[in-house]
């Protein structure tokens, strides 16, 4: 289809750019490129390599600095050995814990928490202290078969308690440093890991900005500057015709759906309504006056005024098009002028009025011809070819629109 062909070619189109950056930008240091800025008229591609170089000299110097950390250079047995430690204290964690949720799991000492019956500071009023009495006699009631031991009274189960948490927060906060300190090895060298991988990633990065600097500036370029950029340069000239010529296929195609094939699309289905009216008109007929109806000669002729012929011919002519469009590659004959109508070269002259471009060329240069290429003998039978075309066309435009 159109839009298919058209997308095909803007892929044609993205390759040919990337083979134009690479070759524009085969040599990177600064006075490569600062002959390129000059050459191709665009400023600021050494500050995009100098920002780099600022970049990577700011990795290589972490870098260096991490380098000579006996965290990273010996790595593994630093890690090892808090590992190591850690792993020791493992065992009295879990067991504390454990221990100290058999303390903890009680509504009674949730309220008693809250209270702050357990800070230092604990200095209820009356009521609060009776309230916290009944309160932690019952948690007491609870803890003393989950621990198997007996208290005499709340302060002693309060200061056991107390002992408890203060071993158990100690040995945790000692087994969570040591996991803290795993964390920051691990984070260390993973950094130093990312900053000898750093300079390259914003080599690569630097060139991906290079490239889509350049491209926007070349899709930017007015015509009478690319002539000036390419001049001089074989191979510059052939690749920007050739991005050129694919740009103009894309925007051929996808106009030409919208202008031919989409108006064809509406003028058959006018085709098709009219006809639906006519078989209804006769069927209406029909019910009226029996089987025996017989439609009249100009009757059955509106039934036949889609005239499947002429519409082959006109989806013949389409499908023409877009293959000598989609098909072309002579990219070299082409030019990066503005006085030049590439729809000629690529279509080798055929009708093209109906899009803009053609058109508004047309009007502006009503005397221009397709320059004949000295290697393209055949270019005068292309032209009558394209006219015998034209009037092929236009006639079947005529009955189509007088079936209409």
Same mark, same amino acid.
């Given at each position: 289809s159109f839009e298919i062909d058209a997308a095909r070619l803007s892929a044609l189109r993205e390759r040919a750019m990337s083979d134009l950056q690479a070759y524009l930008l085969a040599d990177l240091d600064d006075d490569s490129l600062r002959a390129l800025e000059t050459r191709l008229r665009c400023p600021g591609l050494v500050a995009v390599k100098r920002r780099t170089d600022e970049e990577i000299a700011a990795?290589?110097?972490?870098? $260096?600095?991490?380098?000579?950390?006996?965290?990273?250079? #010996?790595?593994?047995?630093? #890690?090892?050995?808090?590992?190591?430690?850690?792993?020791? *204290?493992?065992?009295?964690?879990?067991?504390?814990?454990?221990?100290?949720?058999?303390?903890? @799991?009680?509504?009674?000492? @949730?309220?008693?928490?809250?209270?702050?019956?357990?800070?230092?500071? &604990? /200095?209820?009023? *009356?009521?609060?202290?009776?309230? /916290?009495?009944? $309160?932690?006699?019952?948690?007491?009631?609870?803890?003393?078969?989950?621990?198997?031991?007996?208290?005499?009274? *709340? /302060?002693?189960?309060?200061?056991? &308690?107390?002992?408890?948490?203060?071993?158990? /927060?100690?040995?945790?906060?000692? &087994?969570d440093g040591l996991g803290a300190r795993l964390d920051a090895l691990s984070a260390k060298r993973q950094r130093y890991d990312q900053l000898v991988r750093q300079p390259d990633v914003l080599h690569r990065q630097m060139v991906t900005t290079l490239e889509e600097a350049i491209a926007a500036h070349l899709d930017a370029c007015p015509s009478d500057l690319r002539l000036e950029i390419a001049e001089g340069d074989p191979n510059l000239d052939a690749a920007m015709k050739k991005l050129t010529g694919l740009q103009k296929q894309s925007q051929y195609l996808r106009e030409l759906r919208v202008v031919r094939v989409d108006s064809v699309v509406q003028q058959l289905e006018q085709q098709l309504r009219k006809l639906d009216r006519t078989i209804a008109k006769t069927e209406r007929k029909i019910a009226k006056y029996g089987p025996g109806y017989r439609a009249s000669a100009e009757a059955v002729n509106k039934l036949e005024t889609l005239q499947r012929k002429k519409w082959d011919k006109r989806v013949a002519s389409l499908d023409k098009v877009r293959t000598r469009v989609s098909d072309f590659d002579r990219y070299d004959h082409g030019s990066l002028s503005n006085d030049f109508l590439w729809w000629m070269l690529i279509t080798d002259g055929m009708r093209g009025n109906d899009l803009y471009e053609v058109r508004v060329f047309t009007e502006q240069h009503p005397d221009?011809?397709?320059? *004949?290429?000295? @290697? @393209?003998?055949?270019?005068?039978?292309l032209a009558a070819d394209a006219l015998a075309e034209e009037m092929i066309a236009g006639s079947d435009e005529a009955g189509l629109s007088d079936a209409s």
């Open positions: 990795c290589e110097r972490e870098r $260096a600095q991490l380098a000579g950390d006996p965290e990273v250079e #010996h790595y593994e047995h630093h #890690h090892s050995a808090v590992t190591d430690e850690r792993e020791e *204290l493992r065992g009295p964690h879990e067991q504390m814990s454990a221990e100290r949720r058999r303390w903890e @799991d009680s509504k009674w000492f @949730d309220e008693l928490q809250a209270d702050g019956f357990f800070e230092p500071t &604990y /200095d209820p009023g *009356l009521f609060q202290k009776f309230l /916290d009495w009944r $309160a932690g006699s019952f948690w007491m009631d609870e803890v003393e078969p989950a621990l198997g031991r007996t208290f005499e009274n *709340l /302060d002693e189960l309060r200061e056991a &308690y107390l002992k408890l948490r203060t071993s158990a /927060d100690s040995v945790k906060e000692a &087994y221009w011809t397709l320059p *004949l290429a000295p @290697d @393209d003998p055949d270019g005068v039978d």
